[in-house]
């Protein structure tokens, strides 16, 4: 299936079923809304996740775009993107949990064709404040899916405090042998679709109070599913990634982490350039610069003479086509090279400061502020040409 198949029988599934379908927003939160991005489909739904009425009703569905800094750190391995497509499905106070799981047992197995022995639960399985999720085992011991009970991996929160409750994840099996072990002891099991019960509201005190409308927001990635239905090795052998993988590595040779590491940085740029963001030293536009600065450190690690002029207009073109951004292509390309430019220049002017301080000695959390606020250099920056120095 392509990224458009699957966003397609996936709405279709739920709209049958009395779902309506919410239009995607943009990666920019409401001026109210304290978050930089969106990180998620239930994001934009969090009032309503609260209790306020929905003016499409209380079965929704939608196909939402999220960005999320957290796994940063993460990518360059098979399975996490910094921007992805997040398909999700919400019942608000109209129908329970273990029916959310039915209808998503049978949208894998029914809809997409996923063999049922591949698929594997986790379960929240209690801790000192709230219970085992009883009518989630029960479900899945209904259904044949093998269940793993686990503790704070189960309990979904978008922060310390906030609307939470217990989760049930279905993960399937990517190895080319034989299911085997748990989730949690063989990461060949991978996540795929996440089914959260919005049953609480967590205040700052650590107490939990019932929500007066309990709901059930789930939510799928496509490019995850994607290499599921595929028999992919990894989300970067997708259509949505393909284009760059192809041309970053006949371009400059890049493999493995790298590689993934410099196409997916890209492809980020780019949406969050869509979505109307520029480079800057703060908020959302450091966010961007700090994506663009983090490819073009590992462009250059072997090769400096490397440049983002030599990228093709394709890759940019079907990037912004699949997310709905109607922007000339040519706009992220000159933010893309104006902010190597900045960052050429700052790598000239900053290397004769930092080799001056690191003769004085390793750095302190002192210098580390000085170099920032005085030159504007960050610490990650500072880091990376010390290690080019060693």
Known sequence: MTPEQIVRTFVDWFRERGHALVPGSSLIPPPDDPVLFTTSGMHPLTPYLLGRPHPLGTRLVNVQRCLRTTDLDEVGDNTHLTVFEMLGSWSLDDYDSPQSLRWGYQLLREGFGVDPGRLHATVFGGDDQVGPDRASIDTWDELGVPVELTRDENWWSNGPTGPCGPDSEIFVWTGEVPPQGTPGTDGRWMEVWNHVQMRYQRHDDGSLEPLPRPSVDTGLGVERLEMVLRGNRSVFEGDGLDPWVRTVSGLWGLEG???????????????????????????????????????????????????????????????????????DPGQPREVFLDEQRRFRDLLRRGRPVVSRWRSRGPLTDQDYHYLHDTHGLPRELVDGLLAEAN
């Open 257 to 327: 982490e790298p590689l993934r590491q410099v196409c997916d940085h890209l492809r980020a740029g780019v949406v969050v350039v869509g979505d109307g963001v520029r480079p800057s030293n703060t908020g959302r536009g450091y966010v961007l610069r700090r994506l663009i600065r983090r490819l073009l450190t590992t462009l250059w690690r072997d090769d400096p003479s490397r440049g983002l002029v030599d990228l093709p207009s394709e890759p940019f073109e079907r990037t912004l086509d699949r997310f709905g951004q109607r922007i």
